[in-house]
């Protein structure tokens, strides 16, 4: 089944830390999405890249950076974790350009703890 | 700038008693609306979205909402609940100018099912 993919689903890292998580999928789609959901709280957009091209949400801090390499994988690079940064983290996928009616298909989150 | 407003954090209902979950947005033009959901410690499944071909949409699951520019409202709704339907719910919009912002999420009402 085509589907969106995240590993780890748990990740635990410590304060300073950088931390990398994983969302690959084979859906062949053009836009890959990074929301972040904190507990009890809709998701957040924290950027997305249509093909190659990178879109930064004006209000995600810097330390959060993202890399797609290639077409089936995008990651997200947290260069120096703060207790203010454990959430969920969910990657999705749309096949055309955000703003329209296409649906976005969401992976199963990858949970971060920072300790 | 576009917003949802999801009124209710927590809805109780009893099984087999109507479901509604209210959805208000604010947009200057009619947005394209979705309605996800999430259960315990996986990603957003797509419920139903309006993309303006039909004021009552239908979707998976027995629910169903229904388009109201009069009331900016996109609620849903389902005749019977299942205990299975006890999850989060995420109303959602998009904007039809094509920005290049992904899914704007209300902050979810969490839907419980008394037996």
């Known amino acids: 089944d085509a589907m969106v993919i995240q590993n780890p689903r748990y990740q635990v890292t410590q304060f300073g830390k950088p931390v990398t998580l994983s969302c690959s999928q084979t859906?062949?789609?053009?836009?890959m999405y990074w929301y972040q959901q904190k507990s009890s709280q809709a998701p957040k957009l924290l950027f997305h890249?249509?093909?190659?091209?990178?879109?930064n949400e004006a209000d995600t801090p810097d330390n959060f950076q993202s890399r797609r390499p290639n077409t089936s994988f995008c990651f997200l690079d947290i260069r120096s974790p703060g207790l203010g940064d454990a959430a969920m983290y969910l990657c999705?996928?749309?096949?055309?350009?955000?703003?329209?009616?296409?649906?976005?298909?969401f992976g199963p989150g990858t949970r971060l703890t920072v300790l | 700038a576009q917003s949802v407003t999801q009124l209710g954090s927590h809805v109780s209902v009893s099984e087999g008693a109507l479901v509604l979950l209210r959805c208000n947005y604010s947009?200057?033009?009619?947005?394209?609306l979705f309605w996800y959901v999430q259960y315990p410690n996986q990603g957003l499944q797509l419920l139903l979205k309006?993309?303006?071909?039909?004021?009552l949409v239908k979707g998976i699951n027995g629910f169903e909402a229904e388009f109201k520019k009069s009331e900016t409202s996109f609620h849903l709704t389902k005749p019977s609940a299942h205990m299975s339907d006890a999850a989060e719910y995420f109303c959602?919009?998009?904007?039809?100018?094509?920005?290049?912002?992904?899914?704007?999420f209300g902050k979810g009402t969490h839907l419980i099912i008394q037996p």
């Open positions: 999705a996928t749309s096949r055309d350009r955000p703003g329209g009616t296409d649906t976005q298909y």
């Open positions: 859906l062949n789609h053009n836009v």
């Open positions: 890249y249509y093909d190659k091209d990178f879109n």
């Open positions: 947009s200057s033009v009619p947005p394209y």
């Open positions: 309006y993309t303006s071909a039909a004021t």
């Open positions: 959602a919009v998009s904007d039809p100018g094509g920005g290049a912002d992904g899914l704007t």
